[in-house]
């Protein structure tokens, strides 16, 4: 029914099956259900090989045959393969055997993970023939929108909750997007957006577009499985706002094994929210199917999403993966983001800190052995969210320019890490 582009088949509903041409559209006219891009597999073995991708540049487009742009890529070609670190440090702290730390915070060129899935909503809505793109965003998605579309020479609309970090702000309105502050919360954005979508002829990256928007996000997992020596890891911690970056990570490793390129092995995937906003791990402690949505109240207002729109394919990752899902405090959050930067010199956001936390929670909790390996995915950068932090980092020690004010210094307190705290 549908016409196949470059290796991608048609659209297909994640409930019932229907295929729908490669259009811009992202529910099923029948039941509502997501669509999701369906790839010509065979054709993809063949071509992405091991020593194919090694052989190309060191980007997220190297896995160019299952991610869904029909030609080549022509926003973000630089986009991906951020820094795979051990981080055996961090791993004593949480008194786990092995830690990865997979470092999107310094991802090009917004410092988070939404260029990955930004730089393929755009290659897409360009060859589609959109000139005009816009988001409904927590942050991260507005600042990725706002640069790739620039550089792209696209015009951008970017919908935001009016209450987000100045750093977020900032970052959207420098590359000349029009900036649309909502008095409002993500949800309520979100359903804005999905009628404006519905009377503006416009590439919506996360509504109309999602289905090719979110598939970019596989490339952090296909990176985690080549920087590991073509290995899936036994753990993966990721945060969650809509649900999406968990189940796309876990279609990676699922993929990978379909074309060969690693070996099948069992593997766990966990997902890791902010207690002010948790309605899909609430739902897993509660051994639900289904989560209750929720009005977020959290620092981390990248994941500040009360109604996750890939929450209940979240829950069955768990199930599939003997996954776990778990939240932590605003405290815990700040507390995760000051033991990363201390023992792995990494500066997350706050979704990095929702990260730690949970990660220690579920190393605490035996949900992540002590004897085993895990790869924390960390997601944006903390020079984006200092409001969280700047009250509760400590405070420059202050003296004139002279030796002996600086030895009179170090006298009055030997201890300098003590003087810090006040
Ligand atoms: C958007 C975002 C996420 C998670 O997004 P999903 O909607 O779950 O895919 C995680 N971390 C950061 C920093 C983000 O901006
Ligand atoms: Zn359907």
Not at 249 to 262: D, M, T
Not at 272 to 289: L, N, R, V
Request: glycine letters at 10%; proline letters at 4%.
């Amino acid at each position: 029914m549908a016409e196949q582009q470059g290796h991608m088949k048609a659209l297909r509903c994640r409930e019932c099956g229907r295929e729908y041409p490669l259009e811009a559209r992202h529910v099923c006219e029948f039941d509502f259900g997501p669509l999701e891009v369906v790839y010509d597999y065979e054709a993809v073995k063949d071509k992405l090989t091991r020593k194919t991708i090694e052989g190309r540049r060191q980007n997220m487009w190297r896995y160019a045959e299952l991610l869904p742009v029909a030609g080549e890529p022509t926003v973000g070609q630089e986009v991906g393969f951020t820094p795979l670190i051990k981080a055996d440090r961090l791993a004593e702290r949480l008194g786990v055997r092995e830690l990865w730390i997979k470092n999107d915070a310094v991802n090009y060129p917004t410092l988070s993970f939404k260029d990955r899935v930004v730089s393929v909503a755009l290659s897409r809505a360009r060859e589609m023939g959109f000139d005009v793109v816009a988001c409904a965003s927590t942050g991260n998605l507005a600042n990725s929108v706002a640069a790739n579309a620039a550089s792209a020479g696209l015009k951008a609309f970017v919908f935001i909750p009016n209450d987000l970090e100045k750093g977020k702000v900032v970052n959207s309105l420098i590359y000349d997007a029009s900036v649309i502050g909502i008095k409002g919360h993500y949800d309520e954005v979100n359903r804005l957006c999905a009628e404006i979508a519905g009377k503006y002829n416009w590439a919506f990256v996360n509504v109309n577009m999602r289905p090719y928007y979110a598939e970019g996000s596989k490339s952090q997992g296909f990176e985690i499985v080549e920087q590991l020596g073509w290995k899936i890891p036994r753990h993966t911690v990721v945060p969650m706002a809509s649900g999406s970056l968990l189940t796309k990570i876990h279609k990676s490793y699922q993929e990978a094994v379909k074309i060969g390129l690693v070996e099948q092995v069992e593997y766990s995937v966990h997902g890791a929210q902010a207690a002010g906003c948790a309605p899909i791990s609430t739902a897993f402690k509660e051994g639900q199917d289904f989560f209750k949505p929720v009005k977020p109240d959290t620092i981390a207002k990248s994941l500040a999403i009360g109604t996750p729109a890939d929450g209940f394919y979240a829950l069955k990752v768990f199930q599939e993966t003997g996954g776990a899902s778990d939240d932590v405090t605003d405290d815990e959050i700040r507390e995760g983001i000051r033991l990363l930067a201390e023992t792995e010199g990494i500066f997350s956001e706050t979704a990095g800190g929702v990260t730690v936390g949970v990660a220690k929670k579920l190393i605490a909790s035996g949900a992540i052995p002590a004897d085993d390996s895990a790869v924390l995915c960390i997601t944006g950068n903390g020079l984006k969210t200092l409001d969280a932090v700047e009250n509760h980092a400590g405070q420059a020690l202050e003296i004139g320019p002279s030796l002996r004010e600086f030895e009179a210094l170090l006298q009055s307190d030997k201890e300098l890490g003590t003087a810090k705290q006040k």
